[in-house]
């Protein structure tokens, strides 16, 4: 499983604004791999990308409605209203702290 977060200076950061992401790949409830990358795209462009790059789930501080339907499209589940250190949000994530937005 691939967990994404758009990521700045070590904090998770606003989808929109965003020119970094966090890729942290997960297995057997623990992080094996990080990767950092610049996509530069926007928009649908990024959800795109994302999806490409086997993202399964996406953890943001704020999700508007277009960027919910381009993740529903494309089958990538949700996570919203969070804010903070990313290797810290990982850390809450793996016991189980956050889940999906419905």
């Known amino acids: ?4 977060m758009p990521y700045k200076h070590g904090n998770i950061d606003g989808f929109d604004d965003c020119k970094l992401f966090a890729l942290y790949h997960l297995e057997n409830n623990q992080v094996v791999k990080k990767d950092l990358v610049k996509p530069n795209l926007v928009g649908e462009e990024l ?9 399964n789930q996406l953890m943001v501080p704020l999700l508007s409605d277009d960027l919910k339907f381009e993740l529903d499209f494309y089958q ?13 949000l990982i850390d ?4 189980g702290e956050f889940q999906d937005d419905e």
Do not use: H, N, P
């Open 1 to 4: 499983m691939i967990l994404a």
């Open 47 to 55: 959800v795109e990308f994302l999806y490409r790059s086997q993202v």
């Open 76 to 88: 990538i589940d949700y996570i919203s209203g969070v804010s903070g250190e990313a290797d810290e």
């Open 92 to 95: 809450r994530y793996l016991e």
